[in-house]
T-cell receptor, first 114, second 111 residues
Framework: DAGVIQSPRHEVTEMGQEVTLRCKPISGHNSLFWYRQTMMRGLELLIYFNNNVPIDDSGMPEDRFSAKMPNASFSTLKIQPSEPRDSAVYFC????????????FGPGTRLTVT | KQEVTQIPAALSVPEGENLVLNCSFTDSAIYNLQWFRQDPGKGLTSLLLIQSSQREQTSGRLNASLDKSSGRSTLYIAASQPGDSATYLCAFSGNTGKLIFGQGTTLQVKP
């Protein structure tokens, strides 16, 4: 199994640009989670999906952030327009269970907004 | 608001030592607690998951315990090795299903 796949691994962009992060969960997993990690705030849950449906997006910081899961094998997290304070590592994770099952994390995307 | 606290923030030990990492949480309505390992620049690797009905879980040299009444979990690492050097994160899950992470303990095991 390839595990959770994220792309790109690194992204450097200028303030105001649109950023799209991509995630492929482990095959057969029906829950998908997007997290953000910063030194100041640690790991925070942004949004999670179950069976491709967004269940809780209360962690999404602003309307500039949006996430989609068009099918069971693909999800995107979009930031538009990006700001320097969005610089962080964004992780995607997947799980077999909807609530609090063991989560498997991808390698992350390191985003730098200048 | 649920808070997860990990103590100490950093720890340096000589190889071979047994050590304990601590995690405390404020909400007693726990669903499960997970311990993760994070290597620099990498994602998280799940180490152990303890359901609320369990008191401990073991995997190799690792043992995690859960005490719901005191709101604590510990991760015990036996006979530490330089390869154990990493950041260890605990994550609490309540009835919402969300994982709330602690800030982590950064461990360095010196050869």
């Amino acid at each position: 199994d390839a595990g959770v796949i994220q792309s790109p691994r690194h992204e450097v962009t200028e303030m105001g640009q649109e950023v799209t992060l991509r995630c492929k969960p482990i095959s057969g997993h029906n829950s998908l989670f997007w997290y953000r990690q910063t030194m100041m705030r640690g790991l925070e849950l942004l949004i999670y999906f179950n069976n491709n449906v967004p269940i809780d997006d209360s962690g999404m910081p602003e309307d500039r952030f949006s996430a989609k899961m068009p099918n069971a094998s693909f999800s995107t997290l979009k930031i538009q327009p990006s700001e320097p304070r969005d610089s962080a590592v964004y992780f995607c994770a997947s799980s077999l269970a909807r609530l609090a099952g063991e989560q498997y994390f991808g390698p992350g995307t390191r985003l730098t907004v200048t | 608001k649920q808070e997860v606290t990990q103590i100490p923030a950093a720890l340096s030990v000589p190889e071979g030592e047994n050590l304990v990492l601590n995690c405390s949480f404020t909400d007693s309505a726990i669903y499960n607690l997970q311990w993760f390992r994070q290597d620099p620049g990498k994602g998280l690797t799940s180490l152990l998951l303890i359901q609320s009905s369990q008191r401990e879980q073991t995997s190799g040299r690792l043992n995690a315990s859960l005490d719901k009444s005191s709101g604590r979990s510990t991760l015990y690492i036996a006979a530490s090795q330089p390869g154990d050097s990493a950041t260890y994160l605990c994550a609490f899950s309540g009835n919402t299903g969300k994982l709330i992470f602690g800030q982590g303990t950064t461990l360095q095991v010196k050869p």
